[in-house]
Nanobody, 126 residues
Framework: QVQLVEHGGGLVQAGGSLRLSCAAS????????MGWFRQAPGKAREFVAC????????KHADSVEGRFTIFRDNAKNTVYLQMDSLKPEDTAVYYC???????????????????WGQGTQVTVSS
């Protein structure tokens, strides 16, 4: 049974930092692109960042470019999201996601992902 479990959310002041982690179990995800998405209250789920299986290529949403960094440790079957210079508009539940089959290149469309974590709340106060 595949499970994705996120950790690292919390309450932080604007300008602060958090590091989210997503630990995968039930399958080795070293051959899979992985993604992070977020959903704020009353809004649709949106793409945040994704990373190719090798970690060599990644994409970040324009809204977080230069502030957030996705990276992975395949030896630990874990993907991370380093979030710096946080803003109140970053407040949301953050989800990690993985596709059903191995994929080399990561995608920004949530429909490309099959497995989802339970989410971790990030709240940024002004």
């Amino acid at each position: 049974q595949v499970q994705l479990v996120e950790h690292g959310g919390g309450l932080v002041q604007a300008g602060g930092s958090l590091r989210l982690s997503c630990a995968a179990s039930g399958r080795t995800f070293s051959s899979y692109a992985m993604g992070w998405f977020r959903q704020a209250p009353g809004k649709a789920r949106e793409f945040v960042a994704c990373i190719a299986w090798s970690g060599g290529n990644s994409k970040h949403a324009d809204s977080v470019e230069g502030r957030f960094t996705i990276f992975r440790d395949n030896a630990k079957n874990t993907v991370y999201l380093q979030m710096d210079s946080l803003k109140p508009e970053d407040t949301a539940v953050y989800y990690c996601a993985a596709p059903l089959i191995p994929t080399v290149v990561c995608g920004t469309d949530a429909g490309r992902y099959h497995y989802w974590g339970q989410g971790t709340q990030v709240t940024v106060s002004s």
